[in-house]
């Protein structure tokens, strides 16, 4: 199979000698295609906890006020969106802007960007700005299934080529519950384990529009039954991947509190960070999702008390066993 695939390339590379193709980035698409499969091989999914986000903020790539703030915001993933946030005539110069941000950014491994969804004919001539620019990785909106995120990622082996990346570099966060198609194929999505996925995030506004629906949320604040769904599969993708889950918004900014209690129930449920809708959330987010010392102290007490062996143990008249053991340890890894 491999020599199929590595003779299939040598015949693409033979057409550049030859002249009779023009398009290096077309090229190097067709070589990764068909060399993908080895390179899945060498490379795995991200690891739950290795490259762990409590936070992530949206900043408008086309603003140049909210992008000269967003550094000192504090949210460990800044994301720059050329999506949602951005009207299609200004999509040209949100590029020029998001490429002269990070131009002048010294730490690139904290900002993403979020790139438009394959339908909306934008993905190529975002990544084909964004790759460059060499962000932590890009968020990929309004998937319909494995097969997009596979496309996206031939598009990141080419770019990376062409840019002289290390291939895999690019991460992409996928948000897999805005269309009915996804929430379809999540077992799919989860057979595939695209190894460029390192985080998923889920949404409700953007699949009640695309069924025609009215507000996810209940006049009291609370997901409607079919959001509920999309937020427990998400939940469950994520942990059969074995990368980290991020929630989605909480809406209401004005409402500290709440915020607090939505994101200490978001971590016990096995989110690993949530989106801010708004700078002020931020550092709530960051401490709702940061273990305490207390939880620390009781993690290290069960994984020393299973040092001995034993299947069971009682830590101040409690007993534990081995998914406590597995909890305690993930706990300290993050």
């Known amino acids: 199979m491999q020599r199929r695939v590595h003779r299939h390339a040598d015949l693409i590379v033979d057409a550049i000698a030859a002249g009779r193709v023009r398009s290096r980035i077309i090229v190097w698409f067709h070589i ?14 991200c690891k739950l906890g290795e490259t762990v986000i409590r936070s992530v903020l949206f900043v408008p790539a086309d603003s140049e006020k909210k992008l000269a703030k967003a550094p000192s915001l504090g949210a460990d993933a800044l994301v720059l969106d050329l999506e949602d946030a951005v009207l299609p005539p200004r999509k040209a110069l949100a590029r020029d802007m ?21 339908s909306s004919g934008e993905t190529l001539k975002d990544l084909a700005r964004v790759v460059p620019a060499r962000p932590a990785g890009i968020l990929l909106p309004k998937i319909k299934g494995p097969q997009d995120i596979a496309v996206v990622g031939h598009y ?14 690019m991460r992409i966060i996928a948000i897999v519950t805005e269309t009915p198609e996804a929430m379809l194929r999540m077992g799919e999505i989860a057979r595939q384990a695209h190894p460029r996925v390192s985080h998923v995030a889920w949404g409700g506004e953007d699949l009640s529009a695309a069924m025609g629906a009215g507000d996810p949320r209940t006049p009291e ?5 079919m959001y509920e769904y999309a937020r427990n599969q998400c939940l469950l993708l994520g942990h059969a991947m074995g990368v980290e889950v991020i929630d989605t918004v909480y809406i209401n900014f004005r409402n500290p509190e709440g915020l607090r209690k939505a994101c200490l129930q978001s971590r016990y449920d096995g989110f690993t960070g949530r989106v801010a809708i708004h700078p002020d959330q931020v550092a709530i987010i960051n401490e709702a999702f940061t273990p305490t010392q207390a939880e620390r102290d009781l993690a290290q007490k069960i994984i ?10 009682s830590i101040d008249g409690k007993m534990y066993d081995v998914p406590h053991l597995k909890a305690a340890r993930r706990l300290l890894s993050s």
């Open 32 to 45: 990764c295609c068909t060399l993908s499969v080895c390179a899945a091989c060498s490379r795995g999914p």
């Open 98 to 118: 998001m490429q002269a941000y990070f131009g002048g950014l010294g730490d690139h491994s904290h900002t993403w960007v979020r790139v438009n969804d394959l």
């Open 156 to 169: 990141l082996d080419a770019l990376e080529v062409e840019h002289g990346l290390a291939q895999g570099s």
């Open 221 to 225: 604040g609370a997901w409607r039954p």
């Open 304 to 313: 020393d008390a299973f040092a001995g062996g034993a299947g069971a143990v």
